[in-house]
């Protein structure tokens, strides 16, 4: 088990699914790619690693995904288009997404899972502890989380996962937590709880508890041999759930441990999570907020059905 003390400089992005969901936008544009105001919903999740000093990242990906390096390489053409029109503004924007991080590619092959995209990252990773982020979930930056997961693994060590309260009949979506408190109660902000159990998807009235374990985890790499023996779980895939299941009841690789937080997530997996999170971002940018909060606003106002007189 790697010291708990240990940075985590390394980051792992699965970003090999098909984006069925998104259907046909998706056929041949990545769903990691759907912009979300005005950047890709990958940069987000990029910008986030990085924020938290995680600059060597590495993105598990699949056929069709070449626009993700695309974007995060240089575009020469295009910056001396933008210089040519003293259009800086523009420029700084296209090279922000070159010198992000330290960006490395590597294709998952057969998707056998969350589970196994994460296995196929052992190489690079090695013996450290890293984190893997889910470009599904986007954390409103003005939101810490990463930062706070880093400190109770500095604390605890073995793994941490974020947890967020969800409405009973949303638990069949997630991986449900089975918790005790550790210094706090589940239900304080920023609680840390020790993980006890975990259920990949259960069954309405089944799961464990109501916290869900959303797309961000820090890990031990001690992971990787519990992953290399776990069989095919829910819906026939390797599961990064059971593997942490078994590291929460065995001890393997550390205690786990969840953070419980109560900030802003999107989900752009999605399609409506996607469109109320464009609209929430927009709502706050400062360089489009004031218009576009005028005229959603007048929008809605237009369509309230029209009231009559008695």
Same mark, same amino acid.
């Given at each position: 088990m790697t010291e &708990? #003390? !240990?940075?985590?400089?390394? =980051?792992?992005? &699965?970003?090999? %699914?098909?984006?069925?969901r998104f259907l046909p936008a998706t056929k041949a544009? &990545?769903?990691?790619?759907? &912009?979300?105001?005005?950047?890709?919903a990958i940069q987000y999740v990029v910008e986030e690693a990085v924020s938290a000093g995680m600059t060597d990242v590495l993105m598990v990906t699949g056929r069709n995904k070449r626009p993700l390096e695309d974007h995060f390489d240089r575009s020469f053409e295009l910056e001396e288009a933008l210089r040519r029109k003293n259009d800086m503004t523009r420029l700084s924007q296209v090279r922000l997404s070159n010198g992000l991080a330290d960006i490395h590619y590597l294709r998952q092959g057969d998707p056998q899972g969350l +589970?196994?995209?994460v296995?196929?990252? !052992?190489?690079h990773v090695g013996d450290e502890p890293f984190a893997v982020l889910l470009g599904d979930d986007l954390i409103d930056p003005r939101d810490?989380?990463?930062?706070?997961? !880093?400190?109770?693994?500095?604390?605890? +060590? %073995?793994?941490v996962? !974020?947890?967020?309260e969800v409405a009973p009949e949303l638990t069949g979506l997630y991986g449900c937590a089975a918790v005790t408190a550790v210094g706090g109660t589940p239900m304080d902000e920023d609680a840390v709880v020790r993980v006890t159990d975990l259920v990949e998807k259960p069954p309405a009235g089944l799961a464990p508890s109501n916290y869900a374990v959303i797309g961000r985890y820090l890990l031990d790499p001690g992971v990787f041999d519990v992953l290399r023996r776990t069989g095919p779980g829910h819906g026939g895939e390797i599961q990064l759930t059971d593997a942490l299941r078994e590291m929460a009841g065995t001890g393997a690789a550390g205690p786990v441990h969840g953070v419980v937080f109560t900030g802003r997530r999107y989900d752009t997996g999605d399609r409506a999570d996607y469109l109320r999170t464009i609209v929430r971002l927009a709502w706050d940018r400062e360089d489009l907020g004031p218009e576009f909060r005028d005229w959603l606003?007048?929008?809605?106002?237009?369509? #309230?059905? =029209?009231t009559t007189g008695a």
């Open positions: &708990p #003390k !240990a940075r985590i400089t390394k =980051a792992v992005i &699965p970003a090999a %699914g098909l984006g069925t544009t &990545p769903k990691e790619m759907l &912009p979300v105001v005005d950047k890709p +589970g196994h995209a296995l196929r990252a !052992a190489s810490v989380l990463l930062d706070r997961m !880093a400190e109770v693994r500095h604390r605890y +060590g %073995g793994s996962v !974020a947890l967020m606003l007048e929008f809605v106002d237009d369509r #309230k059905p =029209a």
